[in-house]
Structures are given as structure tokens and as C-alpha cells.
């Protein structure tokens, strides 16, 4: 069990009313996962994603895989 907290942000291209996603970064180098919430229920589950998932994934984002919305 981790006593280190996780640090939530939000994209700065996330000016679209709050349908967004926070991440918490912090946790990727020492335990290799990225916690990731919905920004209008900070309180609510926490996903853990593999950093090597995550990564793919922001580089489909990217790379336009995905399409826009």
C-alpha cells in the first residue's frame, strides 16, 4: 500500500465544460500505473491504468486513431 497521494489534473485542452478526464502522473515512475477519474466525480472510482497503455493510448490520441468528437 502506497502513503504517496495522487496529484489530479486536468488537460489545459480540456475547455469543454467538464466532460474531461484527470490524470494523476505522480504515481507513473514509482508504481507504473496511471490513476485516472472523472473530473466532475473526484470522488467517485479511480481506474489504474498500465503507463505503457496509457501511453499507446495518448499516442493513438494523437496520431488521430481515434477520430473527433
Not at 12 to 28: F, K, Q
Amino acid at each position: 500500500m502506497t502513503t504517496e497521494s495522487p496529484r489530479w489534473f486536468t488537460s489545459s485542452y480540456s475547455s469543454n465544460g467538464g466532460a474531461c478526464i484527470e490524470v494523476a502522473a505522480n504515481l507513473i515512475a514509482p508504481h507504473g500505473v496511471v490513476p485516472v477519474r472523472d473530473s466532475k466525480d473526484p470522488g467517485g472510482p479511480v481506474l489504474s491504468v498500465a503507463a505503457v497503455s496509457f501511453a499507446s493510448f495518448v499516442a493513438g490520441v494523437r496520431a488521430g486513431e481515434f477520430g473527433s468528437v
